[in-house]
């Protein structure tokens, strides 16, 4: 399965998948945040509040605010 994102929002809905993660999941870490790195924005404007980082059912961390720190 690899690496993949867990999408989280702050109202308890679920969030809508806006930039699609690759189905089988990322081969490593290093792609898997830097495709998070990528689409955050658009994840944020699309109603994902935080994200989780798994590998395959571990998780690895999160969740992690994509917010911007004020």
Do not use: C, I, K
């Amino acid at each position: 399965m690899g690496w993949t994102w867990q999408m989280h929002s702050n109202s308890g809905a679920q969030p809508p998948e806006v930039a699609e993660q690759p189905e089988a999941g990322f081969p490593s870490q290093a792609e898997a945040e830097t495709w998070v790195g990528e689409v955050w924005r658009e994840l944020l404007a699309g109603g994902v509040d935080a994200v989780t980082l798994f590998e395959d059912a571990r998780r690895v961390y999160g969740p992690m605010s994509l917010h911007p720190e004020q």
